[in-house]
């Protein structure tokens, strides 16, 4: 089996100066007011409707993300309603094949400190890294067991029993590695944000939010440094 560290990249072009523009448009069309649009009013236009709480207007601009996270992460990610999601099928991923490099492929969560790469075990039941001389205390050697008797199953019954993936499927954990691709608008990506940076979110979520966040309002402060996250 396979374990890889979660990650996200924004993959729509996420123009600062298109996008604030796009919405200054949109809004002022509300207030009639297009003929006080200079070029540099954009940010201040965003700013004034947040703080009047119009945030109808920002659901014109949008941006669109790739996560791979577990799948107990997506689970709750795909909770947003104001959303579209494409994700990894595993009714349809054959994780036997060799596009998959007949192994499964799992997400290490941040409270265990393991490098990613690919275990096996021996026929001493001893787990091992390869290329490494790693050992494991009993609760690391607990879960990378869990996950390997999973991977076991997985490919005993897809290839022994010729079970179909969506079928096979029921024995995989949530920590699974999924990927999935999520087009919101601003104002839903602020209520993902709200939520999913909140100290009290799920570490995983926390662990991809946070710096998505951070690069969010990098590119975009006027519409998102009024919310206030905690470091991860």
Known sequence: ????????????????????????????????????????????????????????????????????????????????RLASFSQESTRYCNYSKNKFDQQITYIIPPWLTLTPGTYRMDENADIYREGSQDTFEKEYNEWLYALLESERTYMYLTNECKWQPQRARSVLPNALKTEIVVTAN???????????????????????????????NALLPSLFDDIKVEKF
């Open 1 to 80: 089996m396979k374990l890889i560290k979660p990650s996200y990249q924004i993959i729509s072009a996420l123009d600062a100066v298109s996008a604030l523009n796009l919405i200054e448009d949109a809004g002022r069309t509300c207030y009639k007011s297009e003929d006080k649009k200079t070029p540099e009013s954009a940010i201040k236009f965003t700013r004034m409707i947040l703080n009047r709480q119009h945030e109808s207007v920002i659901e014109h601009g949008v941006a669109t993300v790739r996560f791979i996270i577990d799948r107990g992460v997506s689970h709750e990610l795909v909770r947003h």
């Open 186 to 216: 601003f104002r839903e990506w602020r209520t993902i944000f709200k939520q999913r940076c909140a100290a009290g979110a799920h570490e995983q979520m926390r662990e991809v939010m946070v710096p998505l966040y951070n690069e969010m």
